[in-house]
């Protein structure tokens, strides 16, 4: 069956889904509902629609907070958790001021003839990321994540402060537009906030908030992925706007100048929103870059993402996703786009499998670049 096919199919079963019935999932799925039964787990002054709702990390990504785990158990999954699991969770805190967590993914990825991949036919590992957290404070977390890609993120963090405010100081990963847990999404992987191989995280200040539903973070930083910084620049990114749990908009803003005679000057702007709309739900960014080097005419380009999903019965999600990356929009021989279309599977508490196909549409002389992944996502 030809892809463009497949992906038509898939389109009708999303649109027919929208009457179907699920527990929300995940901030914009779930809307007020994130918070639910669970506010007595919560630190902060009041629930939000923010990452820190269900991450130890105001800004996303890693360790889940009580919250976080809890939802993980009773919402997710197509089984509903039982006493064990119930026991299971309360141990991923070992005590009081300690608690740990993990994230694995393993994918078989079967790439067609002409894929630039360097996995044709392969099982490998995507991520294994181990975190610890000591928390001798309610307002005091110092945490530690540390993975196979090399993408390490330790921080001391002064958190639940009014506003539900917070500091964040040492390495982590700047501020900016969506946080997809896919790094490999043209917004995150082309832009430098992939946080795999080669993107390391960096060493500087955060500070944000989330009150109600509006929320803002921002960073400066060495601009160095992890290295020490050769010039008094430092770079800058903040991202902030309103949540809502039927509608986001939000902005960011990302600049950048290294040293030397190879120096660069980047700058992006960003805005990213998202709708849900029954069990449809939408997600979209636009970004424009700027990058100049030293010596050499500036170059102007964009990326952008887009993202369908219906719930179809709890814990299956139907999701088409469509990636855009011009880095130079005055030709058309570099633009790159990928279509994907999947279904996100949870069967159990702390376990995803995810299906998909992705469509790949790079240079016009090349068609047989398609891939097909499989991947099994744990957590804790």
């Known amino acids: 069956m030809k892809p463009q096919i497949v992906i038509i199919i898939f389109l ?3 649109i027919q889904a929208a009457n179907a019935y699920s527990l929300p999932q995940f901030p914009i799925r779930f809307g007020d509902g994130i918070s639910g039964e669970h506010d007595h787990l919560h630190e902060v002054e009041a629930m939000t629609m923010d990452c820190r709702t269900c991450h130890l990390n ?5 360790m889940r907070n009580d919250h976080g785990w809890q939802f993980s158990l009773e919402n997710l999954p197509m089984k509903r958790f039982d006493e064990e699991d119930e026991e299971t969770l309360k141990e991923a805190r070992l005590n009081r001021i300690i608690a740990i967590g993990a994230d694995l993914r393993f994918a078989y990825l079967l790439s067609q ?33 540390d993975g196979l890609q090399g993408n390490k993120e330790f921080f001391g963090l002064i958190h639940a402060l009014p506003a539900n405010a917070h500091i964040k100081f040492g390495k982590f990963l700047p501020p900016y537009g969506l946080k997809l847990d896919d790094h490999t999404s043209f917004i995150r992987d082309k832009l430098g906030f992939g946080n795999n191989f080669g993107q390391d995280s960096e060493a500087g200040l955060e500070a944000g908030f989330a009150k109600g539903l509006w929320f803002g973070n921002a960073a400066i930083f060495n601009g160095t992925r992890g290295a020490p910084d050769d010039n008094t620049a430092k770079a800058i990114s903040g991202t902030g706007g309103i949540k809502t749990p039927l509608f986001w908009l939000a902005g960011s803003y990302y600049r950048n ?16 929103t998202a709708f849900h709309f029954r069990q449809l739900s939408l997600l979209g960014e636009w970004d424009w870059i ?10 102007t380009g964009n990326a952008a993402y887009a993202e369908i999903s219906a719930d179809l019965i709890k814990g299956v999600a139907a999701k088409v996703k469509y990636d855009f990356y011009n880095p130079d929009q005055d030709t058309s021989e570099d633009i790159t786009q990928r279509i994907t279309v999947g279904v996100d599977l949870y069967p159990y508490p702390f376990s995803e499998v995810l299906i998909q196909y992705r469509k790949n549409i790079e240079e016009s002389n090349v068609t047989q670049n398609d891939q097909f992944l499989i991947m099994v996502h744990l957590f804790y």
């Open 113 to 145: 003839s002409e894929s630039t991949s360097a996995y044709m036919n392969s099982f490998f590992p995507m991520q294994a990321d181990l975190y610890a957290a000591f928390m001798p404070h309610r307002n005091f977390t110092i945490y530690y994540q």
């Open 257 to 272: 100048k290294t040293a030397g005679t190879g120096g660069e000057k980047d700058n992006y702007i960003g805005a990213y």
């Open 290 to 299: 700027s990058k100049e080097m030293s010596g050499a005419s500036k170059t």
């Open 58 to 62: 105001p800004t996303g990504g890693g």
């Open 12 to 14: 009708c079963i999303v």
